[in-house]
């Protein structure tokens, strides 16, 4: 196989993509595609797994999210909705509507903050914890088989880099607007 037929047999969606740009925006690069593109396209494949491993379990996503951050606290397994939304990066309104669907699901509850009647404290139930734990196993584990294809020394040194990455973008500050 000659270099042109390997390197298009091995192209991927986002080549395809850069291939197509460059024939119509040939003076524009792209090459930001080759790592952010993928990034994209890898996490959009993989979600359908993610979310059915949770379905699997009761739970969708932003479900997970909240049970295993408290998990995740340690004992005694509570957080104030303030730290859990903050944690979780939503809306204080959105971490209400999860909290109703968990609190009727047995998985929290909620109690009074024992040093101030007027808070509350978000509680794992011993039934959220230990769906927590499973649905978090489960997912782990379907999770490595999407690395596979990488070896120990691969995976080290695309997780080292994506650390770099994802620091650097965390430190940039937002453009307005």
Do not use: C
Not at 95 to 123: F, N, Y
Request: hydrophobic share 45%.
């Amino acid at each position: 196989m000659n270099g042109t037929a390997m390197n298009e047999a091995a192209a991927d969606h986002v080549d395809r993509l850069r291939a197509q740009w460059a024939r119509e925006l040939p003076d524009l690069d792209t090459t930001p595609m080759t790592i952010l593109g993928r990034v994209w396209r890898l996490s959009n494949l993989v979600r359908p797994s993610i979310e059915a491993t949770f379905a699997g379990f009761g739970l969708d996503r932003g479900e997970f999210d909240v049970i295993s951050t408290l998990r995740r606290a340690g004992p005694p397994y509570r957080l104030t909705p303030t730290a859990l939304y903050t944690t979780l990066m939503i809306s204080s309104g959105g971490l209400t509507h999860r909290l109703d669907r968990l609190e009727k699901a047995g998985l929290v509850a909620r109690e009074p903050a024992p040093h101030d009647g007027r808070s509350l404290l978000v509680v794992l139930t011993e039934e959220g914890r230990a769906r927590a734990e499973a649905a978090f196993r489960t997912d782990m584990a379907s999770e490595a088989r999407f690395l596979d294809a990488l070896d120990p020394a691969e995976r080290d040194a695309l997780a080292g880099l994506l650390r770099k990455l994802v620091a650097a973008v965390e430190a940039t500050p937002t453009a307005p607007g």
